[in-house]
């Protein structure tokens, strides 16, 4: 234990133990027992760990429903403005942890139930992740939905209630496979139903014109079919209880009186079709990242949550405006979180003009000022475009619309700025012509939204200067930035203890609601003592990952070693492959020189693929087959190991994270959107080794270059190099480069496979290496060369991870969304009243 000096100035160093509340800790105790008898049917003497964990959560819930109604009164009563989020996407991973951490009662709970024998994190590993999202863009709408309530800002999230989340990933010879995952097999206690709300949606059929009395001409949707949208509300409780949100995810069920009419025509079997079809909307969340899946039912399943979310925003509003609609903008706000839900612009038009009566010019004044949206992508193929055909089968009325609002930018604004201009007009359409027709969603949300954002400064500059530079010269002061962020209370507070207590103690208990405080730690990142107790933790955190690595991955590595951490979807521009041939050529070099001194190193990677993106899985199964070989190649000692933990997700990201000794962000400059698992890692002690890229400027902006290590081609001079590029060029004139790469070629790691892994070999060299790997080993090398070196001395070590972790302030998600409601929403917080 590090000596504690008393000085009145500074806190001790020492770790402090927190004391409970006894009486708490009885009542607590009690209210879990009664719920194990009264609400699962057991008792503490047969109760499984998931029966605890039901009677934890039940618990749990008796403290957040009554402030949910608290807070939902409240904002009736002042019929206040509200954001409505919308996204395809929520990825909330586990509640309990969180939910008894902000309602400050973990350490009761956990010292409840210890009196019962049981250890609170043991069963709260029955809990199992709600996976509804792929990776950034979900993960950062649960944040959002965190810091909303945390900052009491009147607020709904909407998405889809998916029966099958992101797969689960099992790895089987080293190779990906994809399981389901059934995130609510026995039941989801968070969870309310509410069938006072459901929604039934049209789909398909056709339009018909019709002339009306006045003479004008109007259009009529017959649709083929409808579906029931039923809501399913899961609360998010604010840190300190403050107010409770609500996420609104939508099941999609037939609706009776569409399979009554086939059954008694006799279609039993047909019936049970129809059922199904629309049972499927539902039933599972693409897999795709950053690249779009052209399917009719992702368009489906688009339409129908935006469809039910519009009608729930409709029918609360009118609850107290009735038919008058001059107040909708005023005081609603729809943020479209990605393209995924643009369809939501056109319904809600189809929905004031078709059902409201209102005229069009009325219909799009409302809807122009109530959207916004944000871009999390500029790579071309994620940008969604959807065929006309599509469109005319399944939303013909919304596609008339869509022409509509197309025709009048054209020939309103357009025509104004470049008169006579076609080629500007077919650039800006809506309308992709060609073979297929498209329509292309990002154009429609940019011609709509009030503010269109980019995630990271950088990020944001792109958005405007290279994507939509034309409409940026149309609108500039459409285009902003928000930077992410991501909550402390679930990437500090609950998952690293021991560094929440540090900072509970230089910074005062405040710090998760401001994250700024945390500087406080800055100036004791020079003193031996805060060093020892800063990296103490650290070593605590990586003895616990090692158990998790032992468990799931059957290796044993040293708490003692270099934790160098890759954790993200699997994606070429995120350059999983450029950290496996720099692994391939250390180990190379241990295989040269065995006896080198070099700081014992582990690389730890974590990552999905999505099913079809086949270099993806290529890339995964070489990690595993490299990782084999020299796991078990007893000449280096042990002074490297290589692990893929299988099915990465937000509850294995809460243990790696916090054992993360390095970072690793090295996408290609320009590539990245902003990322917020580099954020996380910051906050929790790691240094990155990055590109400058996305957030990662702002990480280093923040914590200091010198803490970092910071390697490749800047954005700049990716776009200047990317048309002459040549891969062949690095390859000739890097000797290990060219080593490692033939390596690939040959069956070293893939024995009595020779080619195994020569898909990867032939995308850096004869499909041009389209994200510059090659470009960047040399500058990537030598970053890690200078992070073993500072590695060594433990002092300068300490200092950067604890300069990193106190200087990610403006990281936390609460600033992001204080930006978004200032800037974008123009929406105040509101104090609950209880
Ligand atoms: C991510 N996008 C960005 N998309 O890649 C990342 O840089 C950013 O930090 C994050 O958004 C939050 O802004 C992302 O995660 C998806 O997962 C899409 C899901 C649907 C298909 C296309 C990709």
């Known amino acids: 234990k590090a000596a504690a000096k008393t000085t009145t100035s500074a806190p001790k160093a020492v770790k402090a133990t927190s004391t409970v509340d006894k009486a708490q800790v009885k009542a607590f105790k009690e209210q879990v027992e009664k719920h194990l008898r009264t609400t699962i049917g057991t008792s503490p003497e047969k109760a499984s760990k998931l029966a605890w964990w039901q009677a934890l959560v039940a618990t749990v819930n008796e403290d957040i429903f009554g402030r949910l109604t608290d807070t939902q009164q409240t904002h009736a009563k002042n019929d206040t403005r509200a954001v409505h989020y919308l996204s395809a996407e929520f990825l909330m991973g586990r509640l309990t942890?969180?939910?008894?951490?902000?309602?400050?009662?973990?350490?009761?709970?956990?010292?409840?139930?210890?009196?019962?024998?049981?250890?609170?994190?043991?069963?709260?590993?029955?809990?199992?992740?709600?996976?509804?999202?792929?990776?950034?863009?979900?993960?950062?709408?649960?944040?959002?939905?965190?810091?909303?309530?945390?900052?009491?800002?009147?607020?709904?999230?909407?998405?889809?209630?998916?029966?099958?989340?992101?797969?689960?990933?099992?790895?089987?010879?080293?190779?990906?496979?994809?399981?389901?995952?059934?995130?609510?097999?026995?039941?989801?206690?968070?969870?309310?139903?509410?069938?006072?709300?459901?929604?039934?949606?049209?789909?398909?059929?056709?339009?018909?014109?019709?002339?009306?009395?006045?003479?004008?001409?109007?259009?009529?949707?017959?649709?083929?079919?409808?579906?029931?949208?039923?809501?399913?509300?899961?609360?998010?409780?604010?840190?300190?209880?403050?107010?409770?949100?609500?996420?609104?995810?939508?099941?999609?069920?037939?609706?009776?009186?569409?399979?009554?009419?086939?059954?008694?025509?006799?279609?039993?079997?047909?019936?049970?079709?129809?059922?199904?079809?629309?049972?499927?909307?539902?039933?599972?969340?693409?897999?795709?990242?950053?690249?779009?899946?052209?399917?009719?039912?992702r368009l489906t399943q688009q339409y129908f949550f935006c469809a039910c979310s519009l009608r729930d925003i409709l029918r609360r509003y009118k609850r107290s405006h009735h038919n008058d609609f001059s107040e909708f903008a005023s005081k609603i706000a729809i943020q479209l979180n990605d393209t995924h839900p643009t369809i939501a612009i056109p319904e809600l038009m189809r929905l004031l003009i078709d059902e409201e009566g209102l005229s069009y010019e009325q219909a799009w004044d409302i809807t122009s000022k109530s959207f916004n949206y944000t871009n999390h992508t500029l790579l071309p193929e994620a940008?969604?475009?959807?065929?006309?055909?599509?469109?005319?089968?399944?939303?013909?009325?919304?596609?008339?619309?869509?022409?509509?609002?197309?025709?009048?930018?054209?020939?309103?604004?357009?025509?104004?700025?470049w008169p006579g201009n076609n080629e500007m007009k077919s650039k800006l359409s809506i309308i992709e012509e060609g073979e297929v027709r498209k329509v292309r969603m990002a154009n429609l949300c940019v011609i709509t939204s009030e503010h269109v954002n980019g995630v990271a400064k950088i990020?944001?500059?792109?958005?405007?200067?290279?994507?939509?530079?034309?409409?940026?010269?149309?609108?500039?002061?459409?285009?902003?930035?928000?930077?992410?962020?991501?909550?402390?209370?679930?990437?500090?507070?609950?998952?690293?203890?021991?560094?929440?207590?540090?900072?509970?103690?230089?910074?005062?208990?405040?710090?998760?609601l401001d994250l700024d405080k945390c500087e406080a730690l800055k100036k004791y990142a020079d003193k031996k003592e805060y060093q020892d107790r800063f990296m103490k933790i650290k070593h605590d955190n990586k003895v616990a990952l090692a158990k998790t690595i032992k468990e799931l991955c059957g290796v044993e590595v040293d708490p003692n070693a270099l934790f160098d951490v890759q954790v993200k979807r699997l994606h070429e521009y995120k350059r999983q492959h450029l950290n496996l041939l720099y692994i391939m050529s250390l180990y190379k070099s241990l295989l040269e020189d065995p006896d080198q001194d070099i700081v014992p190193q582990v690389f730890i990677f974590g990552a999905k693929a999505a099913p079809a993106y086949t270099?993806?899985?290529?890339?995964?199964?070489?990690?595993?087959?490299?990782?084999?070989?020299?796991?078990?190649?007893?000449?280096?000692?042990?002074?490297?190991?290589v692990v893929f933990i299988p099915n990465y997700r937000v509850s294995l990201a809460e243990k790696i994270i916090p054992a993360a000794d390095i970072s690793e962000q090295i996408s290609t400059a320009g590539y990245e959107a902003s990322g917020t698992s580099n954020m996380k890692f910051s906050m929790n002690g790691a240094l990155t080794l990055g590109t400058m890229d996305g957030a990662n400027i702002e990480i280093v902006e923040q914590a200091g270059i010198e803490n970092n290590f910071i390697f490749g081609l800047s954005v700049e001079e990716v776009q200047k190099l990317k048309p002459r590029y040549n891969p062949w060029d690095y390859y000739n004139a890097d000797h290990d480069l060219k080593a490692v790469v033939d390596w690939l070629d040959s069956d070293f790691f893939t024995p009595g496979q020779p080619g195994a892994l020569s898909s990867i070999k032939s995308s850096?060299?004869?499909?041009?290496?389209?994200?510059?790997?090659?470009?960047?080993?040399?500058?990537?090398?030598?970053?890690?060369?200078r992070a073993q070196k500072m590695f060594k001395d433990k002092a300068k070590w300490a200092k950067a991870a604890m300069i990193n972790s106190a200087t990610m302030g403006i990281f936390s998600s609460d600033r992001s969304i204080k930006d978004y409601a200032t800037n974008i929403w123009t929406l105040k917080s509101q104090l609950i009243k209880k």
Not at 465 to 483: I, R
Not at 617 to 628: M, P, R, T
Not at 764 to 785: E, R
Request: overall charge negative.
């Open 97 to 297: 942890i969180n939910n008894l951490t902000n309602l400050e009662k973990f350490d009761v709970a956990r010292e409840a139930l210890k009196e019962f024998g049981l250890d609170i994190n043991d069963i709260c590993e029955e809990e199992p992740d709600m996976a509804l999202g792929n990776g950034g863009l979900g993960r950062l709408a649960a944040c959002f939905m965190d810091s909303l309530a945390t900052c009491n800002y009147p607020c709904v999230g909407y998405g889809i209630h998916y029966e099958n989340g992101l797969f689960r990933q099992e790895i089987r010879a080293g190779k990906q496979v994809e399981r389901p995952d059934s995130w609510r097999e026995y039941g989801c206690p968070w969870e309310v139903c509410r069938p006072e709300s459901v929604q039934n949606i049209p789909l398909g059929g056709y339009v018909e014109k019709q002339t009306a009395p006045d003479g004008s001409q109007c259009s009529v949707w017959h649709p083929s079919s409808m579906i029931k949208g039923v809501p399913w509300d899961i609360p998010v409780v604010g840190y300190r209880g403050s107010s409770v949100a609500i996420l609104r995810l939508w099941e999609s069920r037939s609706t009776e009186q569409f399979n009554w009419d086939v059954f008694n025509a006799g279609g039993y079997v047909d019936a049970q079709t129809e059922k199904s079809l629309a049972e499927t909307i539902s039933k599972v969340l693409y897999p795709n990242d950053s690249t779009e899946a052209g399917k009719e039912l």
């Open 383 to 417: 940008l969604e475009k959807w065929p006309v055909y599509i469109f005319e089968k399944l939303l013909p009325r919304h596609l008339e619309l869509i022409y509509e609002i197309n025709f009048r930018f054209l020939n309103g604004p357009v025509e104004a700025k």
């Open 459 to 512: 990020h944001s500059k792109l958005v405007k200067e290279d994507l939509f530079p034309d409409y940026a010269q149309l609108w500039p002061n459409k285009f902003c930035n928000v930077t992410n962020g991501v909550t402390p209370r679930r990437w500090i507070l609950s998952c690293n203890r021991g560094l929440a207590e540090l900072y509970n103690d230089v910074a005062g208990k405040d710090w998760p």
């Open 615 to 641: 270099l993806a899985k290529d890339i995964i199964f070489a990690i595993n087959a490299v990782g084999e070989k020299i796991n078990n190649d007893l000449r280096i000692k042990g002074k490297l190991k």
């Open 764 to 785: 850096l060299l004869n499909n041009g290496d389209p994200f510059l790997v090659l470009a960047d080993f040399a500058s990537y090398k030598a970053a890690h060369q």
